[in-house]
C-alpha cells in the first residue's frame, strides 16, 4: 500500500513521460520528408531506437524490483519510471510505425506492447484498491484472534478446522437424519479448487449453505428434549459461521487471484515482446 | 451378562498398539455413533445405533440395527454369532470375542484401525494461481517458442532454400509483364508495408527484390524488370556527378503504399538544382528550388522563319534560348490568321448567317489527350474556308497547298472553253465570300482564243493567290522565274506544335478549364502572337507541394500554398478566370521527365538483353 502511493507520489517520471511523448508527437507532426511518417524516417526510427531501448530497461526494472537489494525510496522510483515511461511506449512506438499497422510480426510487435501495457495498467489498478478490500474482508469476518501472530486468514482457517471437528462430533447426540448435511458440509465445502472458481470467488453453490437450509428444515420437524434442541441450535449456529468463513475465504483467495493474475499476462507477454521486438528489428535489416 | 471390552488401538505410522479394557454390563450392549451407546463408535459412517451385541447360547451374537449392517470378510451381513475366530467390521472397527476372564462372561475386542486417508481426509484445495496456472516462466518459453517458430523459423525456410544471382550480374525477371505472383503466406509476415499499386503484381515474392539476406535491394534486382529504363543525365557528360554509388531505392522506396514509389517532391531535383553551381561549375542551367519560388520564366520554341528545303520539308527557325535580351516574342509562322476575328462574340459570317465559332470547332486533342491535333488546313480549316474555283456556275475544288496543280486546273478550264467554242456566263454568286475574282465580267461577245486563254488564266491566278483564296492566309509572292508552274510561291506555314518540348503538358487533364483561361486567343489580333500562358497563370492552380497534401502539416507550415498565389500578378487578359480550380500539384515531375530516353539506358547490359529477348520473341 505505502508503496503504491509512493510511486504515485513521484513527479519527475510522469513529467519526464509526458515531454517525451509531447516531444515525439510534435517531431512526428512537423517532420514528415516527402509526406511520409514511418519507420524509416529520422523522426521514425530514432522513435523505434528509444522505444526499443525504453522496453529493455523496463523489463529489466521489472526484474529488478523484485530484488531486495535496493533501497525502498530507489524502488518507488524505479516503479514510477516502469509505469509512467511504460504509458507513453504506446503512443511513441505508435508514432514509430506512423499508425501502419496490417497483419505482419511488426504489428504483432506494437500489439503486444500494447497488451503488455494494458495488463500493467489492470496490475496498477489491481494493487491501488485490492489489498485494502483484501484487509477489509478477512477483518470482517474474524471474531476472536487466538495469537497476534496468526494472519487473519490463518485464524479463519484455523476457526474452519474447529467448526469441523465441533460438526462431527455433534453427530453423537444427533439422530441419523442430520449426518447427510453435516457430511455435505464436511465433505463438500470447496474453497477454491479450479481457475474459474478462484477467480469468480463465488459462494453460490456452497454445500455448508445447503447443509444449513437441510438442518433448518429438519429443525423444525425434530422431536425430542431440549437437549437435542440445544444440539441442533449449535449445529445450526456452526453451520452458519462456517458458510461465512467460506464465503469470506473464498472472497480472499478471489483477491489474491487478481492481485496477480495480471503477471500470468504481463510476464510472458513482455519476453514475447522482447523476443518479437529483437526479430523485428533483424528482418528490418534483413529484407531491407 | 458381564463383558470386558478391550480397545485396541494402533496408530497410523506406529506398530505400537494400545490396550484398554473396559467392563461393561447390561443384557445388551448398543454399538453406535451416539453418545448413549454403550460402545461408541465416533465416525460418521457409523450409524447413531449400529448394532447390538447380545449372548445367544453362550456367544456373542452381533445384530446391525440399521440397513448399513456389519462387514464380515468381503460379505456385508445383518446378523453374525461372533464365535472365536470370527471377526466383523464397522467402519474402521473390528470386532471379536475371546473366552471370558477375570469374572466377566466375554470379552469383546475392538480394533480400531488407523484412519485411511480416503476422501474423508480433509483435502486442501487448489487456492492460488500458481496451483492452477503454468508458470508465468513456462508461458513465457512457450510463448517466445511459438513466436519464434510461426514468424521466424518457418519463413526462414523457404528463404534459406532459393538462390540468388550472383552479385553484379545482369539477370531479366521471369516474371511475365502482367503477370501477379501470389503472396507467399508466410513471408508476407515480414512486410513492412504494403506495396505500391504499381508493384502490386510481384506479390509476395520477397526474393524478387530482396536477393540476399542483410543486402539493400540492388540496381540489378529493380532492372531486372525495368531494363531499359533511361538516366537523368548522360553521365558521360556529368562527369561531377558521382552516379556509381546511386541506388534506385535511395529514391524509390518501396512497402509504403501509394500507386507507385516515385518520388513527387521537388526536393528530389533542387537538392542538386537549387545550388547547381557547386555541384557543377560552368552550368547554364538556372538555380531553382521550387516550382512556386522561382522558376524561370517560360523560353518557348519560337518559329521566327520557315524554309523549304530542296526535299519540300518545311524547317523552322527558332529563337534561340536562353532568348536574347531584345528578342521580340513573336512566331514567324508564315501564316496569317486573326483569332479575335474568328472568336467574335456575335460570330462569323457565313452563307448561312452568322455563326458563333468555338476553339474545339478548329483545334482538337490528339488521342492521347496531351498535345494539340495538328491542324489540318483541309478538316480544320475547309469547312469554311473551300478551295472554290467557280467561274461560272461551275464548282472546282483546288488543292491546298499545290500550286502547280492550281495553276493547272486553272489553264485546263480555259483551254477547255476556247476548244468548246463557248463560255457560259457566270451564274449568280453563290457564295459572296467565295467568288472568284474582283467582279463578274461578262465574257459574252470575246474571242475564245489561246491567247486570251493564257490572258485569262494568268489574270485568274494573280487573284486566287494574291487577294481570294491563298491570300486569305497565306502570304504569296510571284517570281519572275519561280519554280512553279503559275509563277507564284505561297510562303509556306509552319505551326509550332510543341512550345515546351522538355516539359510534358497533357491538355487532357486540363479539360475541365476554359480554353480562354490559359490561352488569350480572343484578343489576338494576329498569328505571330504567342498564345502561350505566362507562369503566374500556371501558378494560380499549381500550388501543391508534397506535404502540403497533409493538411496538418500544411496549416503548421504557414499555407505555401497563399503564398504562391499571393505571389501571382493579376492577369490582365480579362474574363478568362474560370471557375476556381482545385489546387494542382506543382511538382518538378509534374511537367518534367526524370529518367529521360534522350539519355540512354541505366544499364546498358540489361538494355541488351532486354532486346535480345524480344528478339527471340
Known amino acids: 500500500m505505502r508503496v503504491h502511493q509512493g510511486f504515485l507520489a513521484n513527479r519527475a517520471w510522469p513529467m519526464i513521460s509526458v515531454l517525451l511523448t509531447l516531444a515525439a508527437v510534435a517531431a512526428f507532426l512537423f517532420y514528415a520528408p516527402g509526406g511520409q511518417r514511418n519507420g524509416s524516417t529520422v523522426v521514425g526510427y530514432t522513435l523505434g531506437v528509444v522505444s526499443a531501448l525504453i522496453v529493455l530497461w523496463l523489463a529489466w526494472l521489472g526484474v529488478m524490483k523484485r530484488r531486495f537489494a535496493s533501497s525502498s525510496i530507489r524502488r518507488r522510483n524505479k516503479v514510477s ?11 511513441l ?64 482457517e484455523m476457526d474452519l478446522t474447529d467448526i469441523d471437528g465441533r460438526l462431527e462430533r455433534s453427530l453423537q447426540f444427533l439422530p441419523d437424519s442430520f449426518r447427510d448435511p453435516v457430511r455435505l ?45 440445544a444440539r441442533i441450535d449449535a449445529l445450526v449456529t456452526d453451520l452458519a459461521r462456517k458458510a461465512e468463513i467460506a464465503a469470506c475465504l473464498r472472497r480472499d483467495i478471489r483477491y489474491r487471484a487478481w492481485l496477480k493474475l495480471w503477471l500470468w499476462i504481463h510476464i510472458p507477454v513482455t519476453v514475447a515482446l522482447i523476443v518479437t521486438l529483437i526479430s523485428h528489428i533483424v528482418l528490418v535489416f534483413f529484407y531491407w | ?101 477375570d469374572g466377566a462372561d466375554h470379552v469383546l475386542i475392538m480394533k480400531v484401525l488407523p484412519a485411511t486417508a480416503d476422501g474423508r481426509a480433509k483435502r486442501r484445495e487448489k487456492r492460488t494461481l500458481d496451483d492452477v496456472l503454468p508458470s508465468p516462466r513456462l508461458l513465457s518459453w512457450g510463448l517466445a517458442i511459438a513466436i519464434l517458430a510461426v514468424f521466424i523459423a518457418w519463413p526462414m525456410s523457404s528463404v534459406l532454400t532459393r538462390t540468388a544471382p550472383a552479385q553484379g550480374e545482369a539477370v531479366l525477371s521471369d516474371r511475365g509483364e502482367d503477370e501477379i505472383r501470389a503472396p507467399h503466406p508466410i513471408e508476407a509476415l515480414w512486410s513492412s508495408g504494403p506495396l505500391s499499386k504499381a508493384h502490386a503484381g510481384i506479390g509476395g515474392e520477397c526474393a524478387a527484390c530482396h536477393q540476399r539476406p542483410f543486402e539493400r535491394t540492388t540496381n540489378g534486382a529493380c532492372l531486372s524488370c525495368h531494363a531499359t529504363t533511361a538516366q537523368h543525365f548522360s553521365p558521360q557528360d556529368h562527369p561531377h556527378v558521382g552516379l556509381a554509388d546511386a ?51 517560360f523560353e518557348p520554341a519560337i518559329i521566327t522563319a520557315v524554309t523549304r528545303g530542296p526535299d519540300g520539308a518545311l524547317h523552322p527557325t527558332l529563337l534561340p534560348r536562353p532568348f536574347p535580351k531584345d528578342a521580340i ?89 476556247v476548244a468548246e467554242g463557248s463560255v457560259t456566263l457566270p451564274a449568280a454568286p453563290t457564295n459572296r465570300r467565295r467568288r472568284i475574282g474582283g467582279g463578274d465580267r461578262n465574257l459574252a461577245g470575246a474571242a ?63 479539360q475541365g478549364q476554359d480554353c480562354a483561361s490559359c490561352h488569350a486567343a480572343t484578343q489576338s489580333q494576329a498569328a505571330s502572337d504567342v498564345l502561350m500562358p505566362q507562369l ?51 511538382e518538378c515531375i509534374t511537367c518534367h521527365r526524370f529518367h529521360r530516353d534522350t539519355t540512354g539506358p541505366i544499364s546498358p547490359a540489361h538494355a541488351a538483353l532486354f532486346k535480345a529477348a524480344r528478339r527471340e520473341q
Not at chain 1, 519510471?81 to 503512443?91: D, E, I, K, N, Y
Open chain 1, 81 to 91: 519510471a516502469h509505469v509512467w515511461l511504460g504509458l507513453s511506449l504506446v503512443m
Open chain 1, 93 to 156: 512506438a505508435a508514432l514509430h510505425s506512423g499508425f501502419h499497422f496490417d497483419y505482419t510480426i511488426h504489428t504483432l510487435t506494437y500489439v503486444l506492447l500494447v497488451i503488455v501495457v494494458l495488463s500493467g495498467v489492470f496490475g496498477i489498478y489491481a494493487y491501488v484498491g485490492t489489498p485494502r478490500r483484501m484487509n477489509a474482508n478477512v477483518s470482517a469476518a474474524i471474531v476472536e484472534k487466538r495469537h497476534p501472530d496468526l494472519s487473519d486468514a490463518e485464524q479463519l
Open chain 1, 185 to 229: 458440509s464436511l465433505e463438500r465445502t470447496r474453497i477454491g479448487g479450479g481457475l474459474f472458481s478462484i477467480l469468480s470467488g463465488s459462494s453460490a453453490g456452497c454445500a455448508t449453505r445447503r447443509a444449513l437450509k437441510q438442518v433448518q428444515k429438519l429443525q423444525g420437524e425434530a422431536s425430542g428434549g431440549d437437549d437435542i434442541a
Open chain 2, 1 to 101: 451378562m458381564r463383558l470386558i471390552l478391550v480397545t485396541e488401538r494402533t496408530r497410523a505410522g506406529s506398530d505400537e498398539t494400545s490396550h484398554r479394557e473396559t467392563v461393561l454390563g447390561g443384557d445388551e450392549i448398543r454399538l453406535g455413533r451416539g453418545s448413549p451407546m454403550e460402545v461408541n463408535l465416533p465416525e460418521i459412517d457409523v450409524d447413531y445405533h449400529h448394532a447390538t451385541v447380545r449372548e445367544d447360547a453362550g456367544v456373542l451374537r452381533i445384530t446391525a440395527v440399521g440397513e448399513n449392517g456389519l462387514i464380515a470378510g468381503k460379505k456385508r451381513v445383518h446378523d453374525l454369532a461372533l464365535s472365536p475366530g470370527v471377526s466383523v467390521r464397522i467402519d474402521r472397527y473390528e470386532f471379536s470375542s475371546e473366552p471370558g476372564r
Open chain 2, 247 to 297: 541506388r534506385c531505392s535511395s529514391c524509390h522506396q518501396e512497402h509504403e503504399g501509394g500507386t507507385s514509389p516515385v518520388v513527387a517532391a521537388a526536393s528530389l531535383c533542387t537538392d542538386c538544382h537549387s545550388a547547381l553551381a557547386s555541384i557543377a561549375p560552368g552550368t547554364s542551367l538556372k538555380p531553382i528550388s521550387g516550382f512556386i519560388d522561382d522558376h524561370p520564366n
Open chain 2, 329 to 417: 516574342l513573336q512566331e514567324k509562322s508564315g501564316l496569317r490568321f486573326p483569332h479575335d476575328k474568328h472568336l467574335a462574340p456575335d460570330g462569323v459570317v457565313l452563307t448561312s448567317g452568322k455563326q458563333r465559332l468555338t476553339c474545339k470547332d478548329c483545334h482538337q486533342v490528339e488521342a492521347d489527350g496531351n498535345l494539340m491535333r495538328p491542324i489540318n488546313m483541309e478538316r480544320d480549316c475547309g469547312g469554311c474556308h473551300q478551295m472554290a474555283f467557280a467561274p461560272a456556275g461551275t464548282a472546282i475544288t483546288l488543292p491546298h497547298a499545290d500550286e502547280a496543280g492550281i495553276a493547272r486546273i486553272v489553264r485546263d478550264y480555259f483551254d477547255e472553253r
Open chain 2, 448 to 510: 475564245l482564243t489561246p491567247e486570251w486563254a493564257s490572258e485569262e488564266t494568268e489574270r485568274q491566278l494573280d487573284a486566287i493567290f494574291s487577294k481570294t483564296l491563298c491570300a486569305t492566309c497565306h502570304v504569296a509572292e510571284k517570281a519572275g522565274q519561280a519554280a512553279t508552274a503559275s509563277g507564284w510561291l505561297v510562303h509556306p506555314a509552319l505551326l509550332q506544335r510543341h512550345w515546351m518540348p522538355r516539359a510534358r503538358f497533357s491538355h487532357k487533364s486540363h
Open chain 2, 536 to 586: 503566374a497563370q500556371c501558378r494560380e492552380c499549381h500550388t501543391l507541394e508534397v506535404g502540403e497534401e497533409d493538411p496538418l502539416s500544411a496549416f503548421l507550415a504557414g499555407g505555401h500554398e497563399l503564398a504562391g498565389k499571393g505571389d501571382a500578378p493579376a492577369i490582365d487578359t480579362g474574363a478568362i478566370a474560370g471557375p476556381a480550380a482545385k489546387p494542382a500539384p506543382a
